[in-house]
């Protein structure tokens, strides 16, 4: 499986690694919190394992993963998952990373119990780009920014996860039942393929949509799915707007990260600043 690449640091042994409960089912697999061991003279840190069922990805495909999870290994942001490496001597491959102790921020805002607060709704978006920009500077694009990708832990911080995953495009194709998350994708992949930050700058408007909308799916209500939706986006016949409560710079921000228009379109480091001049933002060290 690893031939043609060397043995790097986030190679893991199945022996540092335990697996104990099962906190959910991923796209390709399951995902446990686990104990991963990284020296005799330290205790075990507490992890999220992510296991990779072999059949969803070909050969070519889990090298082009384990090449990906090289780049994954050099990524240190507060507001990204942190990735500690993959087993990969047996099947199932297993990924190894941060473990974030709250729940997804769709989740969050789907709860019935608690209303997510105005304050934290610009917390979590502020902390959503911060985790953006950090990746688009680190050349990641994310392919699939969405709420149900972005985790909480217990302090409030908001965490970007599953990056790196969605390699070439690959990933995404393997979802379950073969659909492509069209809701949150930008014209320009729908109709062509493409991805670059400015497509994660699209997705991000539609977690903006979710954030404001207590989780509601974008397009939800247009009764069209799949590839009529797909046609809509792109023949610019449907288009998201937030019709809910929602400060006037947010709904800005809203606006210029859907533009049709790559280059129109804003930047994560532009959002920062408005968060920044107008919340008061600060980024976490
Ligand atoms: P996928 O995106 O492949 O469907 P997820 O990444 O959403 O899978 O994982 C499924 C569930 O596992 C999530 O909803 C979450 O509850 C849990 N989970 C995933 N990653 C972590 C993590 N790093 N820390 C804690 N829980 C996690």
Known sequence: LI????RHEWQLNNEQVTLNKKLGEGQFGEVHKG????SVFTPPVIVAVKTLHQNHLSANEKILFLKEANVMLTLAHPNVIK???VCTMKEPIMIVMEFCDGSSLEDVLLSKESKVSSEDKILYL?????GIDYLHRKHVI???????????NSKKVLKISDFGLSVKGVAIKERKGGCLPVKYMAPETLKKGFYSTASDIYSYGALVYEVYTDGKTPFESCGLR???LRKAIIGKSVILTIDVECPEFVKAIFEQSRLYDTEQRISSKRIIEIFKEEAGMHELD
Do not use: P, S, V
């Open 142 to 152: 994310h392919r699939d920014i969405a709420a149900r990708n972005c985790l909480l």
């Open 3 to 6: 031939c043609g690449l060397a």
């Open 83 to 85: 990735f500690y490496g």
């Open 226 to 228: 799949g590839n009529e």
């Open 126 to 130: 502020f902390h959503a780009a911060c």
């Open 35 to 38: 104990k991963l061991k990284t």
